[in-house]
């Protein structure tokens, strides 16, 4: 007997883009505040925010097969406030028109207010967190409802939305690459905080039930192991840690500098996009319901 995930590819990348579209915004914000001269990346933030989330909620009606037929459906969803939807829906809708607003002050080059920014990076993180408390209110998924998983969607988020400016800032305006130091070394450590979550989110999960124990097995020894271990263990996370540990701690200032360096870390940013909609891809078609336990011979 075998079990169909409810949810596939489609909510995998709409959970992915929400979440980067966070990141990408908080990431243009944390620039303004430490490297105000990096202007293209900043952009690059603040086109790719509203860009992407759009495109996930385009991608989310349509799975939905709803929301081109009957829109009065998701207009109906803000009318109950004890659903978690309905907030994701709040969080959404308030995220993509202050992002939406501070792409056009940038374009026509006026400035942004620092009020607007921090209501933006506070609505970028209540919409990556948002993500995984969509998927954690389902109790009959043990490997769902974990107090982790919106964590490591956060850090995820943060961790892919980086990811994403500096690799479209290496190709427009690659000599930026080298102004925005602190956001590499800053970014560089999410990753190792991901490997951190990721082991407790399995161990937990593994413990908890029989159906918890299964679901992570069909991740690290099962249908979806290979998937698991070298799209998201190796190129989404050990990857990119040792490519930037190499060129941030043991590379020469030179070498750093270098044409080289930048496509190594472009190399390590595509890794990152990779992980993260692995993580929430596996998260989705690994999760068996408590209802639904497939012993692992």
């Known amino acids: 007997m075998t079990y169909e995930p409810i949810w596939g590819g489609i909510i995998a990348w ?8 966070g990141g990408a915004f908080i990431t243009s914000a944390f620039l303004k505040w430490t490297k105000p001269e990096a202007v293209t990346m900043r952009r690059v933030g603040h086109i790719i925010a509203p860009v992407v989330v759009i495109i996930g909620l385009v991608l989310l009606m349509f799975d939905a097969k709803a929301g081109f037929l009957n829109p009065l459906r998701f207009a109906l969803l803000l009318t109950n406030f004890g659903s978690v939807m309905t907030w994701g829906v709040v969080f959404l809708a308030t995220f993509t ?6 792409l056009l002050l940038d374009f026509l080059k006026k400035p942004i207010p620092n009020w607007l ?3 933006g990076v506070i609505a970028g993180v209540c919409v990556a967190i948002y993500t995984g408390v969509l998927l954690g209110v389902c109790q009959t998924f043990p490997l769902w409802n974990n107090a982790l998983l919106p964590i490591l969607f956060l850090v995820s988020a943060l961790s892919t939305g980086a990811a994403a400016v500096i690799a479209v800032g290496i190709l427009v305006k690659p000599a930026e690459f080298n102004e925005i130091g602190i ?5 560089y450590v999410l990753p190792a905080i991901e ?5 407790s989110l399995v161990f937990i999960t593994a413990h908890t039930n029989e159906a918890g124990f299964n679901s992570i097995m069909s991740l690290i020894g099962g249908e979806w192991s290979g998937w698991f271990w070298i799209g998201f263990v190796i190129i989404g996370l050990l990857a990119p840690t040792i490519i930037e540990t190499i060129t941030l701690f043991f590379a020469s200032p030179k070498f750093e500098e270098g044409a080289t360096a930048r ?3 472009f190399a390590s940013d595509a890794g990152v996009l990779v992980g993260g909609y692995l993580l929430r891809y596996l998260v989705i078609v690994a999760a068996l319901p408590l209802t639904m336990v497939v012993p692992m011979l």
């Open 97 to 102: 028109i202050i992002a939406l607003v501070v």
């Open 183 to 187: 956001l590499k070394k800053t970014h």
């Open 195 to 199: 490997i951190l979550l990721i082991a």
């Open 263 to 265: 496509w190594l870390s």
């Open 14 to 21: 709409y959970l992915f883009l929400a979440g980067l579209g």
């Open 117 to 119: 920014d921090i209501l």
